[in-house]
């Protein structure tokens, strides 16, 4: 494409038409490509022409074409840029909560792994489009803010993020409630009586570990019980930090009577140092844990824990792909995390 298209400024609104002119093809062949119908032949460069002209004239951030593409997915196929794979179950879990609600309308949702380089994405957005996706979801494996990079910025599709954010209301973003997630795993021990609570957190940089430690201390507030720091361990998500971290509350001359394990990786290690001290869970400690990871129902006790809601954030990220329009959105959707009642937690005793 000529480089003096290409730098473009829009100065006006873009138009349909002036789609067509820098792609070098007629308004009509504009329509198809970018309602992506795809029962009429278009060649695969022509439509990879028409969307880089439409995404290097900022066509589509608030045009009726972006508002109607998404209105029927019938038939069509979505894109899932995510960072990670293979480390934690998280992506596994949103893309198949995608999955099952794109199905019933014959969706198909293309995944692609970036690492989160850069240039990865590029790459993949570039990709996605030319494979005629009609949105896109991008998700973090950890809950954080995100700097998207300009090729999110100029996307003639919906963008949707998932366990991420920005402060760009145009694209509509969903993560975990955390802040009631750390509260409602409190609560749950308060009212087995526990007042005595320790909770050991992740790498505390991370917005999933300050705002679960921020769920406690308001738990706490509302029972009316201090927040002491000394019962406060700090972890960073693996079961020898758990171990590590237990040991040193159970050296407490007035140690706790259970424990918040912010995931439940590090309640493993937890419940291997109460072991170790000739305690049981949940006899002497109670113990609970967050993610509802697979090791949760082989320990034993089966371990009482705190949903995290990926495949639902799935599923609301592939249905808001069809719900943008001109109008401005609620920027973050927070997601409930539920409680998964085993048994390592008890009443407490005296």
């Keep these: 494409m000529d480089e003096s298209v290409s730098s473009r400024k829009p100065s006006k609104r873009i138009t349909m038409m002036d789609v067509a002119k820098a792609a070098g093809c007629s308004q009509a062949t504009v329509s198809v490509v970018l309602n992506n119908i795809m029962d009429i032949k278009i060649s695969a460069d022509l439509r990879a022409r028409v969307v880089e002209a439409a995404r290097s004239l900022g066509y589509g951030l608030a045009s009726p074409i972006r508002r109607a593409a998404l209105e029927e997915l019938r038939d069509g196929c979505i894109g899932f840029i995510v960072d ?19 199905w019933n309308a014959d969706v198909t949702i293309l995944v692609a792994q970036t690492q989160g380089r850069a240039e990865y994405e590029r790459r993949a957005v570039d990709r996605l489009l030319r494979a005629g996706a009609q949105g896109i979801i991008y998700m973090s494996v950890f809950t954080r803010r995100v700097a998207l990079d300009s090729a999110f910025n100029e996307l003639p599709v919906p963008l949707v993020l998932l366990n991420c954010h920005t402060g760009d209301p145009r694209f509509p973003s969903v ?6 997630g750390g509260k409602l795993a409190t609560s749950t021990l308060i009212e087995k009586g ?78 291997t140092a109460i072991r170790e001290r000739g305690l049981s869970v949940p006899g002497d400690i109670s113990v ?20 995290l809601p990926h495949r639902a954030m799935g599923a609301w990220a592939v249905r808001h792909l069809g719900r943008q329009s001109g109008d401005v959105l609620p920027n973050t959707h927070k997601m409930v995390c539920g409680l998964i009642e085993r048994s390592s937690v008890g009443p407490f005793v005296a």
């Excluded at 990670?84 to 794109?102: C, D, F, K, Y």
């Excluded at 993560?175 to 009631?180: A, F, T």
């Excluded at 159970?250 to 140690?255: K, T």
């Design 84 to 102: 990670q794979l293979t480390t934690t179950p998280e992506a596994v879990n949103a893309i198949e909560g995608a999955r099952q609600e794109s």
């Design 175 to 180: 993560v975990p409630d955390e802040v009631n």
């Design 194 to 271: 526990h007042r005595r609570i320790g909770i050991i957190t992740g790498e505390t940089f991370m917005e999933a570990s300050q705002d679960r430690l921020i769920g406690y201390r308001k738990a706490l507030g509302k029972a009316g019980i201090d927040y002491d720091d000394q019962l406060v361990g700090e972890g960073n998500w693996t079961p020898t930090a758990g171990y590590e971290a237990t040991q040193r509350l159970l050296s407490l001359a007035d140690r706790p009577t259970a424990i918040f394990c912010q995931n439940d990786k590090m309640a493993m290690g937890c419940f």
């Design 288 to 307: 609970i844990g967050y993610d509802d990871d697979e090791i949760a129902r082989h320990l034993r006790p089966q371990l009482t824990t705190i949903d």
